[in-house]
């Protein structure tokens, strides 16, 4: 997949005027590629397409127009866009209660480990969490992460051809499992090569 580049990317002035569509339409495309695992952990599959208005908000929110600090933000999000062989996802886990979630991140320490995906027939692909930095230290885990899927050439055969995607996390202290539906499945699948 291509890398977003700075001359890609909209002037401030021009993403001001385009931002409501834009977004309108960068929220719909997030629909197909947002999973629930359970009813506290949720992961959104990142595409061009979602880091790019990543990108464009985080210049517009900071003000960032210089060619440097754009750079910057296209350095800081590029790793995240699935290069045809992987799926990269942001995983968020959501307790709304603020002494349940620092309870709940000090037991699920290695969570970020522990989430799969399984394309029909195939074994499990778990995640090669947090690549940028440790998002854990020896009493809790963050409460978002970074996760990568390294698919091989038949899953992503199998992909295409419709098979069943299963995603799931299976931790001592939590654990879930979900068949995807086939508006994220076909998503998913598109990010595919081959």
């Known amino acids: ?6 001359n890609s990317l909209m002037t401030l002035e021009a993403y001001a005027k385009a931002r409501p569509d834009f977004r309108a339409r960068v929220m719909a495309h997030k629909k197909d590629r947002t999973l629930a695992l359970g009813g506290h952990v ?8 979602t880091i790019r208005y990543q990108i464009q908000e985080m ?9 440097e600090g754009i750079q910057e933000e296209l350095d800081a999000y590029n790793p995240l866009v699935p290069d045809g062989a992987n799926w990269k996802a942001t995983m968020m886990i959501e307790y709304p209660d603020v002494e349940e979630r620092q309870r709940m991140l000090a ?16 074994a499990r692909v778990f995640a090669v969490a947090d690549e940028d930095l440790e998002r854990e230290n020896a009493d809790k885990t963050s ?13 992503a055969q199998a992909m295409k051809q419709g098979a069943k995607l299963t995603v799931g ?3 001592p202290q939590y654990s879930a499992t979900v068949v995807t539906g086939d508006a994220v499945r076909d998503s998913l699948a598109r990010d595919l090569a081959g």
Do not use: C, K
């Not at 997949?1 to 700075?6: L, P």
């Not at 409460?143 to 390294?150: G, N």
């Open 143 to 155: 409460s978002v992460h970074f996760l990568r899927f390294e698919l091989e050439r038949a899953m």
């Open 42 to 49: 949720t992961l959104i599959f990142e595409d061009e397409l």
């Open 169 to 171: 996390v299976e931790h």
């Open 107 to 122: 037991r699920l320490i290695g969570i970020e480990d522990r989430v799969y995906v399984q394309v029909e027939s195939h």
């Open 1 to 6: 997949m291509a890398q977003i580049t700075r």
């Open 59 to 67: 210049l517009r929110a900071e003000r960032i127009f210089e060619d």
